[in-house]
């Protein structure tokens, strides 16, 4: 089934192919760690989750990549104001940003590049850029000249003369055009900075991801998603730059842009007081809940985030989940779980997510008039392409409300680690039944163990 995929660049949904079937490479435009994320930047990772477990059934070996940056103004700003190093405060929120999206269902990329170890990478992509004479150093900075790329504006459909010549603000004195932008900064010495050509500084945002996504991906990838706020001017920049600095070649194949959240209808700010963390959210309502609303709407258009909605998530999950408990003691047929031609067919169709959670409800109800293995799989089959209905139904149904001793729960697991360290099986396993007296389910895996809430 062939898949088919809506291209910002060329404004068409075209069939996909990769350059290379054996090695298909696809790059997300990662968070800025310095706070927790709001939903509206849940989404693109939770639709192109969907949109990798897609690829990964088509083709052997899918490499994504979503980076991390860590080093940007805001950081330094928030480390300054809580006195401790830039670390101090990425690593502890980009760690809290795989923790939301694991609770989102989202599987980890394979790779995930972070700016300040990618200072080399970026430094020769900007002495490319300079010898090519597509870039210029002035006044401690080296600026992209958007005059040398006449193809500039062609990802965001705007005019390269009115770019070049930039909006009627103030300029800084060192650019050629006022369209020009910063690809490397300098720092002063008590903000975060790494020696240059250029002296001390720090990238600019933008030619981060180009450098990080030529150091994994290769100079020219498959796809390259992000947030249809980022289509100008930071992913117009990333092709610049990139094109620029690989002699002319394509830099990415395939744009794709996710539209942003609304909130009962308005726009998310932090002075309408309704900005609503993942973090929080997790909390407050079933996980999967807020996946499913995620995945509700067409990845391109803009989706209304509510509270109303998220009631209509839990309870459509509740209906699906009743399904499956009343089926659970029928067996499974043998082997992998079949994927529904239909829901496959909504997904290779630019990701309709819309259909295949229509098809999805259509396979609930067979499943409950049949009673029949086959429907049971054929349901939990099209769950795990959209990463929905992986959980016991009990455990769906057991959520608690009660509020969770987090503090104790830590605790505890880590008791247990240093029981299994040392070898004492008979302590970790009286731990895991203390925990599941409280209620807590927990699962070790590749990345430490997980706990879950299944009781009330
Ligand atoms: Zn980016």
């Known amino acids: 089934m062939p898949i088919s995929l809506y291209n910002s660049l060329t404004r068409r949904t075209e069939p996909f192919a990769p350059l290379d079937p054996e090695r298909v490479t696809m790059y997300l435009c990662g968070p800025t760690v310095y706070n927790y994320v709001h939903i509206g930047n849940a989404r693109g990772p939770v639709v192109f989750d969907v949109l990798v477990r897609l690829l990964r059934r088509h083709y052997p070996h899918v490499v994504y990549a979503r980076n991390i940056t860590d080093v940007d103004d805001k950081i330094n700003a928030a480390a300054q104001q809580q006195g401790v190093q830039i670390d101090a405060i990425t690593n502890r929120f980009a760690q809290a940003y795989r923790d939301d999206m694991a609770g989102l269902g989202v599987a980890p990329p394979d790779i995930e590049p972070h700016a300040t170890t990618h200072i080399a990478q970026i430094v020769t992509m900007i002495e490319a850029l300079i010898d090519g004479g597509h870039a210029y150093a002035a006044e401690g900075h080296v600026l992209f000249d958007v005059g040398s790329f006449p193809a500039y504006g062609k990802l965001s459909g705007r005019d390269p003369d009115e770019l070049i010549a930039g909006a009627r603000v103030e300029v800084a004195p060192y650019k050629r055009n006022a369209g020009d932008f910063v690809l490397w900064k300098p720092s002063t010495p008590e903000l975060p900075g790494w020696d240059s050509p250029w002296g001390r500084g720090r990238p600019g945002w933008h030619i981060e991801c180009s450098a990080m996504s030529a150091a994994h991906l290769g100079e020219t990838i498959d796809i390259h998603a992000g947030g249809v706020d980022l289509l100008f001017p930071h992913h117009e920049n990333e092709v610049a730059q990139s094109t620029c600095a690989h002699g002319g070649k394509v830099f990415a194949r395939w744009w794709m842009h996710n539209g942003m959240l609304t909130f009962d209808g308005r726009k998310m700010s932090k002075s309408l007081g ?181 009781k009330a």
Do not use: M
């Not at 509740?318 to 909504?346: K, Q």
């Not at 360290?421 to 731990?431: E, G, K, L, N, Q």
């Not at 039944?433 to 590749?446: M, Q």
């Open 274 to 454: 309704n900005v609503l963390l993942v973090h929080e959210l997790l909390k407050l309502h079933p996980a999967e809940a807020l996946r499913l609303r995620l995945l509700s709407g067409h990845y391109r258009q803009p989706l209304d985030w509510s509270e109303a909605a998220i009631q209509q998530a839990t309870s459509t999950l509740d209906g699906w989940y009743r399904v499956l408990r009343d089926l659970t003691d029928v067996a499974l047929p043998a082997g992998e779980l079949p994927v529904p031609p239909r829901i496959e067919a909504a997904l290779c169709d630019d990701l309709n997510t819309p259909q295949a959670l229509a098809e999805l409800s259509v396979l609930a109800d067979a499943a409950r008039q049949s009673g029949s293995a086959e429907a049971k799989a054929a349901l939990l089959g099209g769950g795990q392409l959209l990463g929905l209905l992986q959980q016991a139904p009990e455990a769906w149904f057991r959520r608690g409300d009660e509020a969770i001793d987090e503090a104790r729960i830590e605790d505890l697991l880590e008791q247990r680690r240093a029981a299994r360290a040392s070898r004492d099986f008979a302590r970790a396993d009286a731990i895991r039944e203390e925990l599941a007296a409280l209620g807590i389910a927990i699962e070790d895996g590749a990345q430490g163990t997980r706990w879950s809430i299944v």
